[in-house]
Structures are given as structure tokens and as C-alpha cells.
């Protein structure tokens, strides 16, 4: 708890095993995505169930008890769908419908589905929970962390790029599970190897919300 606290994430090796990753990504095969990745796969009941499967596992529960589900997003990068993401921190946040206040800010719609710029007090709540389903090696684009950068609230771009000097490469066993808070800064390079990196992003939050917004979906 501690480590997670200071250094803004923690990897938990075998969350999942081999069969249970084959049979969620045999699941993700039936939904044919063409893209990268999609935002909504918290529609989907296989996902609701490992969404609560996640939240009492052992190692977990600790961090996650009394937390809610509110987003699931789907990445795949392989040989034929590589893509890199600058550094950066995870500011967005899924809500049922805009409402007109002064603090929210950067208001967008992905996927059909609203999303805002949380307040910052909220986003320091918020947990990640990326779980892997292949493993995750140096050449097939892992995260990129910057320790501890999720203590300075919203980072502006040019700290933001000086802070990558302190990155840590964080490559990850098929089944495991890197928890992380939306604040830390974090990129990934494309794809240098041959293999798929696909990874269930499940965002974890306090039930309630201020401002009058309400979350889309929970589990």
C-alpha cells in the first residue's frame, strides 16, 4: 500500500491464469474490433463478471474495497496494429451527461459515450487496473512510468517531457496486473517484436461524484 501510495503504481503477478486470459481474449475475438482498441466494453457481462472478480481478488481487494467500475477500455498493439503514445496523464473521465459548471472542463464525446476533464481532487482517487493478456516484453511497446509523478497534480507538457528522464520501463507476465493512479505520468512506444500486447484498462472510483455529474455506467 505504501509502495503504491509513493510510487503511483504496483505490478501483482498472477491475477489471471492462462486459461482465464485465453477465454476473455477468445471473448474480445468475438466482438471483431477493427481498430486499436474500444472504450466500451463494460456493456459486455463477461467484462461486468471480471470486473467483480478483479475487485475480491486477494491482492487487490485491499486497494480496490468499496470502489466501483466505471469504464473498460480495450488496447491491442501487434505488428499490424502498432501505434505509440506521448506522455501523459489520464485526465478524462466517463459521465452520463454534461453539466455546466465552471470546473469541468475539456468536455468531448468518444465512442457515443460523454466525457469530461475530472477536477483534479477526484482524479487522485481513481485507480487503474491493467490487466495483461500476453506478456508484455521490452520490445512489444510496454508502459513507460515516471515513479511518483502522480504527486504533483496536472503536469504541464514541458515538465511533462523533462520528467521522462526518470522513466522506468514496466514489462508485465500474461495474467498479471499493474494498478496505477491516472495522474502518473506514463507513455509507450510502438511495437519493435512480433507478438500481440493486449491489455483490459479497468478504472476503478468512489461511487459518488461532485459537481452534480454522475457516472454512465458501474459495476
Known amino acids: 500500500m505504501n509502495a503504491f501510495e509513493h510510487d503511483g503504481f504496483t505490478l501483482v503477478s498472477v491475477v489471471l491464469s ?17 481498430t486499436v482498441g474500444t472504450r466500451r466494453l463494460l456493456s459486455q457481462d463477461w467484462c461486468r463478471s ?28 501487434s505488428a ?23 470546473a469541468l472542463q475539456g468536455w468531448s464525446v468518444k465512442e457515443g ?16 487496473v491493467r490487466i495483461h493478456l500476453d506478456t ?4 512489444d511497446g510496454p508502459l513507460r512510468l515516471v515513479p511518483g509523478s502522480h504527486l504533483q497534480g496536472l503536469v ?20 498479471s496486473a499493474l494498478l496505477m ?17 493486449r491489455v483490459l484498462h479497468f478504472l476503478f472510483a468512489p ?3 461532485p459537481l452534480g455529474l454522475r457516472w454512465s455506467d458501474t459495476v
Not at 492462462?18 to 477493427?34: F, L, N, S
Open 50 to 77: 471480471l470486473a467483480v472478480k478483479i475487485r475480491q481478488h486477494p491482492a487487490l481487494s485491499s486497494l480496490l474495497s468499496g470502489m466501483v467500475v466505471v469504464q473498460c477500455t480495450f488496447f491491442e498493439k
Open 18 to 34: 492462462p486459461a482465464e486470459c485465453r477465454v476473455i481474449a477468445g471473448q474480445i475475438e468475438k466482438m471483431r474490433c477493427t
Open 156 to 175: 504541464t507538457a514541458e515538465d511533462a517531457a523533462l520528467a521522462r528522464q526518470q522513466e522506468i520501463v514496466c514489462v508485465a507476465e500474461s495474467g
Open 181 to 197: 493512479r491516472p495522474l502518473l505520468l506514463h507513455s509507450s512506444s510502438k511495437s519493435s517484436g512480433k507478438s500481440q500486447r
Open 80 to 102: 499490424s496494429r502498432n501505434w505509440l503514445v506521448a506522455v501523459h496523464q489520464d485526465l478524462s473521465i466517463p459521465v452520463a451527461e454534461r453539466i455546466e459548471h465552471p
Open 113 to 128: 459515450q460523454q466525457y469530461v476533464q475530472a477536477p483534479v481532487e477526484l482524479l487522485q482517487q481513481l485507480i487503474a
Open 207 to 209: 461511487l459518488e461524484l
Open 136 to 139: 508484455c516484453g521490452a520490445e
